[in-house]
T-cell receptor, first 112, second 113 residues
Framework: GNSVTQMEGPVTLSEEAFLTINCTYT??????LFWYVQYPGEGLQLLLK?????DKGSNKGFEATYRKETTSFHLEKGSVQVSDSAVYFC???????????FGGGTRLMVKP | DTAVSQTPKYLVTQMGNDKSIKCEQN?????MYWYKQDSKKFLKIMFS???????INETVPNRFSPKSPDKAHLNLHINSLELGDSAVYFC????????????FGSGTRLTVV
């Protein structure tokens, strides 16, 4: 079956540091890939997505590139802010488009 | 206005009790979901309803029963609660069963004591 693996947290960074959260996946066919973010006390929000190989999703300074050859979708941001502190979930959608599989989540803590 | 709202936000109850969590979406979406987030932060699909019809039912105990009175509501009933049911439960919706994006509620933290 499909699965998503992402680096365990917490990841602790100083403000303006560079962020990478690794995500790799196992899936048949051509899944779509997503990053969701969960701020404290809130539900999950879609951060960015990519639907085919080599697509780059971007939003709010975050980027992730769909790498089929390495089955990866790593999340990056050049300069994090305290307000980026949250839990980040990598996810994939199956070919049929009716099942979303999440990774375990990575907690990011950004210190001033 | 909250797009996907679920109540209650927190629920503490004793083992053996029966409880319900309600979910409503005002987005006009056709498909709704229940996810369980365990202590390790893994999110697992439990149920998916499309326009009031069950389309996904993962392996969850029969004690869990979703009920969808209309396509804007998907409530989760849990009978004979057990300690292992303690988790955060998220409701979500999407435009239809093939839509890539999910809109999530803020979660219900269930604690069984």
């Amino acid at each position: 079956g499909n699965s998503v693996t992402q680096m365990e947290g917490p990841v602790t960074l100083s403000e303006e540091a560079f962020l990478t959260i690794n995500c790799t996946y196992t899936a048949t066919g051509y899944p779509s890939l997503f990053w969701y973010v969960q701020y404290p006390g809130e539900g999950l929000q879609l951060l960015l997505k990519a639907t085919k190989a080599d697509d780059k999703g971007s939003n709010k300074g975050f980027e992730a590139t769909y790498r089929k050859e390495t089955t990866s979708f790593h999340l990056e941001k050049g300069s994090v802010q305290v307000s980026d502190s949250a839990v980040y979930f990598c996810a994939l959608m199956n070919n049929a488009g009716n099942m979303l599989t999440f990774g375990g989540g990575t907690r990011l803590m950004v210190k001033p | 206005d909250t797009a996907v709202s679920q109540t209650p936000k927190y629920l503490v109850t004793q083992m053996g009790n029966d409880k319900s969590i309600k979910c409503e979406q005002n987005l006009g979406h056709d498909t709704m979901y229940w996810y369980k987030q365990d202590s390790k932060k893994f999110l697992k699909i439990m149920f998916s309803y499309n326009n009031k019809e069950l389309i996904i039912n993962e392996t969850v105990p029969n004690r869990f029963s979703p009920k969808s009175p209309d396509k804007a509501h998907l409530n989760l009933h849990i009978n004979s609660l057990e300690l292992g049911d303690s988790a955060v439960y998220f409701c979500a919706s999407s435009l239809d069963g093939h839509s890539m994006a999910r809109t999530f509620g803020s979660g219900t933290r269930l604690t069984v004591v």
